[in-house]
């Protein structure tokens, strides 16, 4: 049997045994204070257990509460887990585009509605969130704890959106390194799209570092002003408004490099037809191996007698009458 936390079991091991100490030897306090014939008659009756007794169980529940919180294992050796699900990175298109109002209340709200729908169809596998523009950067790491992944999400506001132009291969790229030890590797783009000439290094770089696109496609054929940050629409410099609409040209490319693309609809089918599309393409892999300790714990024996003990001492603490207690607070003498 080994401790886990056998460090913090001598830190508070040492000051356990001054404090039993210095207990044990110094002089009863109410000694100091009291006449002994009245300290007789405060005392417990007969019944009650001497004060010797209730300080050694106080003190060995005490002690096996510690050992408790040493956590006290029996250590197996290392052992290796299949680890079911996939890895899969997404990204939130956060460019100035984001703010049209095709779709209510706009495109970003609406995408990132559609984003936590792919969550929920996914809820076994590791996720990581990236939002790019300009630039591009990490939300969240990957895990599988989906209501963080959402809370993370739900932070993206139009304080975020750049409006600047999309930079895909910033994105590539930054996806290419954290895909990089990922197999298979696999990108969801959450976007209202992306011209050709945008698009074009981005298909080298998905391309040399083998990953798989999806694109969730937000906006409408139609299309929409280009919104400013202050809720009004772009005038462009011969007079007329900036009208931004929905391009499938990502979408062509994600069915190139070997994934699909949906066009975002109200209602959850959509999500959950993309996350079928992925498993089954990719049910016959695996996450890998992951290392953990085979222990047997056994916390919950020292914890359980410690609690027991306590409950015995605290429940012999001796009781005065109610008519002692009436004589002391007259100032009677008892």
């Known amino acids: 049997m080994i401790f886990v936390n056998s460090i913090l079991f001598w830190v508070l091991i040492v000051p356990f045994v001054i404090f039993a100490f210095l207990i044990s030897t110094n002089k009863e306090r109410l000694s100091r204070i009291f006449d002994e014939k009245v300290l007789q008659r405060l005392s417990a ?4 257990m001497p004060m010797m007794v209730r300080n050694v169980l106080m003190f ?3 002690f096996f509460m510690i050992v408790a919180m040493a956590r006290p294992v029996i250590d197996r050796g290392d052992k290796k887990v299949s680890m079911q699900g996939l890895t899969i990175l997404t990204a939130l298109d956060i460019s100035g585009s984001m703010r049209s109002r095709d779709i209510y209340p706009n495109r970003l709200t609406f995408a990132k509605t559609k ?3 792919f969550f929920n169809a996914m809820p076994s596998d590791n996720i990581g969130v990236v939002a790019f523009a300009y630039s591009s950067f990490v939300l969240a790491p990957f ?6 992944l959402k809370m993370m999400v739900d932070g993206v506001d139009e304080s975020y959106i750049s409006m600047g132009s999309t930079d895909f291969s910033s994105l590539g790229n930054l996806a290419g390194s954290l895909l990089k030890k990922k197999k298979p590797k696999i990108l969801v783009l959450f976007s209202d799209g992306g011209d050709k000439d945008a698009i074009k290094g981005f ?3 998905l391309k040399d570092n083998n990953i798989d696109l999806y694109v969730v496609l937000v906006g409408t054929n139609k299309g929409a002003p280009v919104i400013d940050k202050n809720g009004k629409p772009i005038v462009q410099k011969d ?3 900036a009208i ?4 499938d040209a990502l979408g062509t490319l994600a069915k190139d490099s070997g994934g699909a ?4 609809t109200n209602g959850k089918d959509d999500m959950e037809q993309l996350a079928n599309v992925i498993k089954s393409r990719y049910k016959q892999e695996q996450q890998g191996e992951v290392t953990i300790k085979d222990r047997v714990e056994y916390f919950y024996y020292p914890l359980g007698l410690g609690l027991l003990l306590l409950l015995i001492s605290f429940s012999s603490m001796p009781k005065m009458s109610r008519d002692e207690k009436l004589k002391i607070k007259n100032g009677d003498k008892v």
Request: cysteine-free; aromatic content about 4%; charged content about 30%.
């Open 45 to 48: 009756t007969d019944e009650s």
């Open 60 to 62: 060995a529940a005490i």
């Open 115 to 117: 984003m936590k729908e």
């Open 143 to 148: 895990t599988s704890d989906k209501e963080t």
């Open 203 to 205: 298909k080298q770089i």
């Open 239 to 241: 007079g007329t408004i």
């Open 244 to 247: 931004t609409q929905r391009n």
């Open 261 to 264: 693309y949906v066009v975002a």
